[in-house]
């Protein structure tokens, strides 16, 4: 299989494509990666942008948390090590791998590199769950308000905001996104 951003939008219609709601919120992510693109080698977010919610299919739930179950799904196909990576960390990953217990198999993973991981987190907060445009305070408000305070993901979101918020704004400055 290739890696480029089109052979991944197809691996990730295939394995959430059936979920509608999850499936926009991928396109948009996508878009808005693609949109923040500056350089050939930003293709690598674009293609985690498709992929870096794989791990809610079904069939690949093993841990319960996407962000690894996605990436160690993407390791077993063989796929080049930072998208395995941004798809890993994405989004504060390691805030709620820490809250269900999953750290040690997070870190199983390399960490990617900083500006792309920004980028990633950036396209992923002003996209929301349906695909809608927000801002990056309305998501986190948003993912706060969908998850009840004594679920790891809140948790995890009230950990990692001010770093969420900050990442966003280095991606924002680095491609001159209005915040």
């Excluded at 293709?43 to 791990?55: E, K, Q």
């Excluded at 990576?85 to 390691?94: C, D, N």
């Excluded at 002003?126 to 706060?144: K, W």
């Excluded at 004594?150 to 280095?170: F, I, K, M, T």
């Amino acid at each position: 299989m290739g890696w480029r951003s089109v052979d991944c939008r197809s691996l990730a219609q295939e394995l959430i494509g059936d979920q509608v709601a999850r499936w926009r919120h991928v396109q948009a992510v996508a878009n808005a990666a693609k949109r923040l693109s500056t350089a050939p080698s930003d293709d690598i977010v674009v293609s985690a942008a498709w992929l870096h919610d794989i791990g809610y299919s079904d069939k690949l739930v093993a841990t319960g948390m996407h962000a690894i179950d996605g990436a160690a799904f993407l390791d077993l196909l063989g796929a080049p090590q930072e998208l395995v990576s941004l798809v890993a960390f994405h989004t504060g990953a390691e805030h709620e791998a820490d809250e269900r217990g999953l750290l040690d198999r997070l870190i199983q993973f390399d960490s990617p590199p900083q500006d792309h991981l920004d980028a990633l987190i950036l396209a992923d907060l002003i996209s929301g769950p349906d695909g809608q445009p927000m801002t990056v305070a309305e998501r986190l408000a948003d993912m706060l308000r969908r998850y009840e305070p004594q679920h790891p993901v809140h948790r995890a979101v009230v950990r990692s905001a001010d770093y969420l918020r900050e990442a966003a704004a280095r991606a924002a400055k680095r491609y001159d996104y209005p915040m």
